[in-house]
């Protein structure tokens, strides 16, 4: 997917018309427009700007992973990368257990 594309689907998937994300982001709804269709290239401002105003990594909106991390979670892996190394291995070998149990489920529902 290119990067026009990826701001098209996210900004219809937050039921955004293209005036509101370029209200949001500093810039216009016509402009907002020309990126969606790969006409031009905004500069690295005004993708920080967007990928703010949609709620994702810069790196999901330029098409470098595939994982949507929202500023949710990304505020929370900021908190763990802040706790000294054996704070952040209690964390890990939770969220692994949990996410053990929960494919467990799914396996066998």
Known sequence: MTLG????????KSKMAQGELGKKAGTSGDLIGRYERNE????IEVVIKIADALGVSIDYLVGKTDVEIDQST????TEISKLPEEGKQQIFMVVDALI??????QAYS
């Open 40 to 43: 031009v290239k905004p500069s």
């Open 100 to 105: 053990r149990d929960f494919r467990t489920k």
């Open 5 to 12: 594309e990826h701001i098209s689907a996210l900004r219809k």
């Open 74 to 77: 990304l505020q929370r892996l």
